[in-house]
């Protein structure tokens, strides 16, 4: 069965300073790989997306993760981080046969607070 | 023109009654889903519907029904409310099997609350 660890559930950090978010997964097939964003009150957005390619992502709002597949990991960084960062990150692994997509695993997510 | 939009945004309502939260998506996607977010903000996928048919159940009480009366809408049907299903209530759609994107697009959620 597959499952997603997100090691810090609260990462305080100074506005301008850089951030990582880290993020595991288990699964015994190969996978695709998310980091979404949820801003208080709000949805779910998309931040970034791994399928296959290149195991550096660029997202939106200048995060960016890395793909390692021998440490099963799908980090998320940003160099320098703004007030209007502060929000709850999850981490999400889907796996795929053939081409079809599976179930979206989500890890417990990790809040980011962004400080002046 | 939202794209996946839920209504009600907030539910308060008494134990033991039904309550019903519609979705609906404009993205032209053939796959909708419920998920449910709880107190700890924990995500945990529930129903998920491709062309009318259910293709996921992850082991969600039969008090909670799926109802898609077409591929743009998928409402979620609750009967007999308890207190543990108070929660956040997000649906998403994606395009399935013939799409390389595989990214589900999130509605703003519903916030039920049972008391």
């Known amino acids: 069965a597959q499952s997603v660890t997100q090691l810090d559930s609260q990462v305080p950090v100074f506005e301008e300073a850089p951030v990582e978010l880290r993020c595991n997964y288990s699964?015994?097939?190969?996978?695709?790989l998310f980091w979404y964003v949820q801003y208080p009150n709000q949805g779910l957005q998309l931040l970034l997306k791994?399928?296959?390619?290149?195991?550096l992502v660029k997202g939106i709002n200048g995060f960016e993760a890395e793909f390692n597949k021998s440490q099963t990991s799908f980090h998320l960084r940003k160099p320098s981080v703004h007030i209007s960062d502060t929000a709850e990150y999850f981490c999400?692994?889907?796996?795929?046969?053939?081409?079809?997509?599976?179930?979206?695993?989500f890890g417990k997510g990790t809040k980011l607070s962004v400080k002046p | 023109d939202t794209a996946v939009s839920q209504t009600p945004k907030y539910l308060v309502t008494q134990m033991g009654n039904d309550k019903s939260i519609k979705c609906e998506q404009n993205l032209g996607h053939d796959t909708m889903y419920w998920y449910k977010q709880d107190s700890k903000k924990f995500l945990k996928i529930m129903f998920s519907y491709n062309n009318k048919e259910l293709i996921i159940n992850e082991t969600v009480p039969n008090r909670f029904s799926p109802k898609s009366p077409d591929k743009a809408h998928l409402n979620l049907h609750i009967n007999s409310l308890e207190l543990g299903d108070s929660a956040v209530y997000f649906c998403?759609?994606?395009?399935?099997?013939?799409?390389?994107?595989?990214?589900?697009?999130f509605g703003p959620g519903t916030r039920l609350t049972v008391t």
């Open positions: 998403a759609s994606s395009q399935f099997v013939t799409s390389l994107n595989y990214e589900q697009y």
């Open positions: 699964s015994s097939v190969s996978v695709y």
């Open positions: 791994y399928l296959s390619g290149s195991t």
């Open positions: 999400a692994v889907s796996d795929h046969y053939g081409g079809s997509q599976g179930n979206l695993i």
